[in-house]
Protein backbone atom coordinates (compact mmCIF):
# COMPACT_ATOMS: atom_id res chain seq x y z
CA UNK A 1 0.00 0.00 0.00
CA UNK A 2 1.02 3.74 -0.35
CA UNK A 3 2.73 4.68 2.79
CA UNK A 4 0.93 7.84 4.08
CA UNK A 5 1.32 10.44 6.68
CA UNK A 6 -0.45 9.65 10.28
CA UNK A 7 -2.51 12.94 9.16
CA UNK A 8 -3.37 11.52 5.96
CA UNK A 9 -4.46 8.44 7.00
CA UNK A 10 -6.70 10.25 9.97
CA UNK A 11 -8.29 12.28 7.17
CA UNK A 12 -9.14 9.13 4.65
CA UNK A 13 -10.28 6.89 7.59
CA UNK A 14 -12.44 9.05 9.43
CA UNK A 15 -15.37 9.63 7.35
CA UNK A 16 -16.09 6.21 6.45
CA UNK A 17 -19.94 6.02 6.64
CA UNK A 18 -19.90 2.31 8.58
CA UNK A 19 -16.27 2.35 10.21
CA UNK A 20 -15.03 -1.36 11.45
CA UNK A 21 -12.08 -0.63 13.90
CA UNK A 22 -9.97 -3.96 13.88
CA UNK A 23 -6.73 -4.46 16.38
CA UNK A 24 -4.63 -6.67 17.03
CA UNK A 25 -3.94 -7.00 21.08
CA UNK A 26 -0.15 -8.31 22.07
CA UNK A 27 2.19 -5.15 21.09
CA UNK A 28 -0.56 -3.46 19.84
CA UNK A 29 -2.67 -2.56 22.84
CA UNK A 30 -0.38 -4.36 25.13
CA UNK A 31 3.37 -4.17 25.67
CA UNK A 32 4.60 -8.20 25.44
CA UNK A 33 5.03 -9.77 28.75
CA UNK A 34 7.36 -12.45 29.60
CA UNK A 35 4.08 -13.85 31.20
CA UNK A 36 1.90 -13.71 28.44
CA UNK A 37 -1.33 -14.25 30.63
CA UNK A 38 -0.38 -10.77 32.75
CA UNK A 39 -0.85 -8.79 29.08
CA UNK A 40 -3.40 -5.82 30.01
CA UNK A 41 -4.54 -2.84 27.30
CA UNK A 42 -2.60 0.53 28.80
CA UNK A 43 -4.94 2.63 30.51
CA UNK A 44 -4.70 5.10 27.10
CA UNK A 45 -5.55 2.59 24.85
CA UNK A 46 -8.51 1.91 26.43
CA UNK A 47 -9.10 4.64 26.74
CA UNK A 48 -9.89 5.48 22.87
CA UNK A 49 -11.28 2.37 22.37
CA UNK A 50 -13.90 3.05 25.18
CA UNK A 51 -14.08 6.70 22.90
CA UNK A 52 -14.44 5.32 19.78
CA UNK A 53 -16.86 2.37 20.71
CA UNK A 54 -19.78 5.10 21.46
CA UNK A 55 -19.23 6.71 18.62
CA UNK A 56 -22.19 5.95 16.12
CA UNK A 57 -21.78 3.66 12.87
CA UNK A 58 -18.28 2.36 14.41
CA UNK A 59 -17.68 -0.88 15.70
CA UNK A 60 -14.20 -2.03 17.26
CA UNK A 61 -12.92 -5.74 17.08
CA UNK A 62 -9.81 -7.55 18.44
CA UNK A 63 -8.24 -10.04 16.20
CA UNK A 64 -5.68 -12.05 17.60
CA UNK A 65 -3.75 -15.40 17.72
CA UNK A 66 -4.57 -15.90 21.33
CA UNK A 67 -7.19 -18.64 21.84
CA UNK A 68 -11.02 -17.34 22.34
CA UNK A 69 -10.83 -17.63 26.17
CA UNK A 70 -6.97 -16.43 26.68
CA UNK A 71 -8.13 -13.64 24.46
CA UNK A 72 -11.15 -12.51 26.79
CA UNK A 73 -9.01 -12.70 29.90
CA UNK A 74 -6.17 -10.16 28.95
CA UNK A 75 -8.94 -8.12 27.43
CA UNK A 76 -10.56 -8.34 30.50
CA UNK A 77 -14.13 -8.53 28.25
CA UNK A 78 -17.13 -9.00 29.40
CA UNK A 79 -20.47 -10.50 28.34
CA UNK A 80 -22.30 -7.27 28.19
CA UNK A 81 -18.80 -5.97 25.90
CA UNK A 82 -20.07 -3.94 22.58
CA UNK A 83 -16.47 -5.65 21.53
CA UNK A 84 -16.45 -8.09 18.79
CA UNK A 85 -13.62 -10.65 19.26
CA UNK A 86 -11.41 -13.24 16.82
CA UNK A 87 -9.37 -15.63 18.68
CA UNK A 88 -7.10 -18.12 17.18
CA UNK A 89 -6.28 -16.36 14.16
CA UNK A 90 -9.66 -15.87 13.05
CA UNK A 91 -11.29 -19.92 13.90
CA UNK A 92 -13.25 -18.54 17.04
CA UNK A 93 -15.57 -15.47 17.44
CA UNK A 94 -17.98 -13.95 20.26
CA UNK A 95 -19.99 -11.58 19.03
CA UNK A 96 -22.11 -9.01 21.10
CA UNK A 97 -25.86 -10.59 21.57
CA UNK A 98 -24.84 -14.08 20.41
CA UNK A 99 -21.61 -14.93 22.85
CA UNK A 100 -18.94 -17.41 20.98
CA UNK A 101 -19.10 -19.02 17.94
CA UNK A 102 -16.93 -21.93 17.78
CA UNK A 103 -16.70 -24.19 15.04
CA UNK A 104 -17.14 -27.97 15.40
CA UNK A 105 -14.87 -29.51 17.32
CA UNK A 106 -12.61 -32.42 15.39
CA UNK A 107 -11.76 -35.48 17.66
CA UNK A 108 -8.61 -36.32 15.42
CA UNK A 109 -6.78 -33.50 15.49
CA UNK A 110 -7.92 -32.84 19.03
CA UNK A 111 -6.79 -36.05 19.63
CA UNK A 112 -3.44 -35.56 17.63
CA UNK A 113 -3.30 -31.80 19.31
CA UNK A 114 -2.65 -33.50 22.66
CA UNK A 115 -0.90 -35.76 21.36
CA UNK A 116 1.69 -33.26 20.28
CA UNK A 117 1.39 -31.12 22.94
CA UNK A 118 2.79 -33.72 25.33
CA UNK A 119 5.92 -34.46 22.78
CA UNK A 120 6.62 -30.83 22.62
CA UNK A 121 6.76 -30.68 26.08
CA UNK A 122 8.89 -33.51 26.44
CA UNK A 123 11.20 -32.51 23.72
CA UNK A 124 12.18 -28.90 25.59
CA UNK A 125 12.15 -29.94 28.75
CA UNK A 126 15.50 -28.33 30.64
CA UNK A 127 15.37 -25.66 28.04
CA UNK A 128 15.57 -22.64 29.87
CA UNK A 129 13.17 -19.67 29.25
CA UNK A 130 11.28 -22.38 26.52
CA UNK A 131 6.83 -22.39 27.09
CA UNK A 132 4.83 -25.14 25.27
CA UNK A 133 1.55 -22.99 25.46
CA UNK A 134 -1.49 -25.39 24.88
CA UNK A 135 -3.97 -23.88 22.43
CA UNK A 136 -7.56 -24.20 20.76
CA UNK A 137 -6.21 -25.67 17.56
CA UNK A 138 -2.46 -26.80 18.30
CA UNK A 139 0.00 -25.13 20.07
CA UNK A 140 2.62 -22.24 20.72
CA UNK A 141 6.25 -22.65 21.28
CA UNK A 142 7.30 -19.16 23.26
CA UNK A 143 11.12 -18.40 23.38
CA UNK A 144 11.05 -14.55 24.85
CA UNK A 145 13.23 -15.49 27.88
CA UNK A 146 15.75 -17.95 26.00
CA UNK A 147 18.95 -17.72 24.82
CA UNK A 148 19.05 -17.29 21.01
CA UNK A 149 20.45 -20.73 21.09
CA UNK A 150 17.99 -22.08 22.96
CA UNK A 151 15.30 -20.63 21.14
CA UNK A 152 16.73 -21.73 18.18
CA UNK A 153 16.54 -25.79 19.49
CA UNK A 154 13.33 -25.43 20.46
CA UNK A 155 12.14 -24.68 17.47
CA UNK A 156 14.09 -27.08 15.58
CA UNK A 157 13.03 -29.72 18.20
CA UNK A 158 9.15 -28.71 17.67
CA UNK A 159 9.55 -28.26 13.76
CA UNK A 160 11.06 -32.21 13.43
CA UNK A 161 7.67 -33.50 15.83
CA UNK A 162 5.31 -31.69 13.75
CA UNK A 163 7.00 -32.15 10.56
CA UNK A 164 7.09 -35.90 11.26
CA UNK A 165 3.39 -36.35 13.01
CA UNK A 166 1.27 -33.82 11.32
CA UNK A 167 2.57 -32.27 8.11
CA UNK A 168 -0.61 -30.77 7.57
CA UNK A 169 -0.16 -28.39 10.20
CA UNK A 170 0.00 -24.81 9.59
CA UNK A 171 3.26 -22.98 11.05
CA UNK A 172 2.89 -19.34 11.96
CA UNK A 173 6.34 -17.30 13.32
CA UNK A 174 5.59 -14.10 15.47
CA UNK A 175 8.04 -12.52 17.58
CA UNK A 176 9.61 -15.21 20.10
CA UNK A 177 6.44 -17.75 19.25
CA UNK A 178 6.29 -20.16 16.71
CA UNK A 179 2.73 -21.46 16.38
CA UNK A 180 1.63 -24.52 15.23
CA UNK A 181 -2.61 -25.42 13.78
CA UNK A 182 -4.34 -27.61 12.61
CA UNK A 183 -6.99 -24.89 11.03
CA UNK A 184 -5.65 -22.79 8.65
CA UNK A 185 -7.42 -19.44 8.91
CA UNK A 186 -5.82 -16.21 9.13
CA UNK A 187 -6.40 -12.86 10.03
CA UNK A 188 -7.42 -11.90 6.25
CA UNK A 189 -10.28 -14.20 6.49
CA UNK A 190 -11.24 -12.77 10.20
CA UNK A 191 -10.98 -9.16 8.66
CA UNK A 192 -13.35 -10.39 6.25
CA UNK A 193 -15.83 -12.20 8.16
CA UNK A 194 -15.81 -9.33 10.61
CA UNK A 195 -16.29 -6.77 7.71
CA UNK A 196 -19.55 -8.70 6.02
CA UNK A 197 -21.30 -9.21 9.84
CA UNK A 198 -20.89 -5.19 10.38
CA UNK A 199 -21.63 -4.27 6.88
CA UNK A 200 -18.19 -1.92 7.64
CA UNK A 201 -17.80 0.04 4.56
CA UNK A 202 -14.31 0.94 5.21
CA UNK A 203 -11.78 -1.19 7.48
CA UNK A 204 -8.94 0.06 9.89
CA UNK A 205 -6.32 -2.81 11.01
CA UNK A 206 -3.62 -2.19 13.51
CA UNK A 207 -1.14 -4.69 14.32
CA UNK A 208 2.57 -5.52 15.11
CA UNK A 209 3.63 -9.01 14.01
CA UNK A 210 4.46 -10.62 11.08
CA UNK A 211 0.70 -12.62 11.73
CA UNK A 212 -0.92 -9.68 11.30
CA UNK A 213 0.50 -8.77 7.75
CA UNK A 214 -2.20 -11.72 6.73
CA UNK A 215 -4.82 -8.74 7.21
CA UNK A 216 -2.44 -5.88 6.61
CA UNK A 217 -1.91 -7.44 2.58
CA UNK A 218 -5.97 -7.98 2.47
CA UNK A 219 -7.12 -4.41 2.87
CA UNK A 220 -8.64 -2.47 -0.01
CA UNK A 221 -8.38 0.94 -0.90
CA UNK A 222 -11.22 2.26 1.28
CA UNK A 223 -9.21 0.61 4.39
CA UNK A 224 -5.99 1.63 6.63
CA UNK A 225 -3.54 -0.25 7.38
CA UNK A 226 -1.92 0.65 10.74
CA UNK A 227 1.88 -0.71 12.24
CA UNK A 228 3.46 -0.86 14.98
CA UNK A 229 7.46 -0.42 15.11
CA UNK A 230 9.54 0.14 12.22
CA UNK A 231 9.97 -3.67 10.83
CA UNK A 232 8.87 -3.70 7.09
CA UNK A 233 5.02 -3.86 6.24
CA UNK A 234 2.01 -4.12 3.96
CA UNK A 235 0.52 -1.60 6.30
CA UNK A 236 0.25 2.68 4.97
CA UNK A 237 0.64 4.27 8.50
CA UNK A 238 3.46 3.92 11.18
CA UNK A 239 3.26 4.42 14.34
CA UNK A 240 6.45 4.25 17.38
CA UNK A 241 5.12 1.65 20.36
CA UNK A 242 2.02 0.88 21.85
CA UNK A 243 1.81 4.79 23.17
CA UNK A 244 1.73 5.87 20.18
CA UNK A 245 -0.90 3.67 18.66
CA UNK A 246 -3.05 4.58 21.33
CA UNK A 247 -2.68 8.28 20.66
CA UNK A 248 -3.48 7.42 16.95
CA UNK A 249 -6.78 5.71 18.01
CA UNK A 250 -7.40 8.65 20.42
CA UNK A 251 -6.94 10.96 17.67
CA UNK A 252 -8.61 8.84 15.41
CA UNK A 253 -11.96 9.12 18.10
CA UNK A 254 -11.96 13.34 17.61
CA UNK A 255 -11.27 13.26 14.06
CA UNK A 256 -14.80 11.05 13.49
CA UNK A 257 -16.71 12.19 15.86
CA UNK A 258 -16.45 16.05 14.30
CA UNK A 259 -17.43 14.36 11.02
CA UNK A 260 -20.18 12.16 12.69
CA UNK A 261 -21.91 15.31 14.43
Known sequence: MTRLSREEGLGRIAHADRLLIAVDFDGTLSHLHDEPMKARMIPAARAAIERLSALPDTT????????????????????????????????????????????????????????????????????????????????????????????????????????????????????????????HEGKDSAIAALRERVGATAVIFAGDDVTDEDALVSLGEADLGVHVGASESAASVFVDDVEDLAAFLDELATERAYERE
Open 60 to 183: IAFVSGRSLHDLREIAEHGDDSPILLAGSHGAEFWVPGEGALEPDADEVDDELRDVLYRHAVAATDGMEGVWIEPKTFGLGVHTRTATPETAAAADAAVDAIVAAEAPHWRRRTGKNIVEYAFR
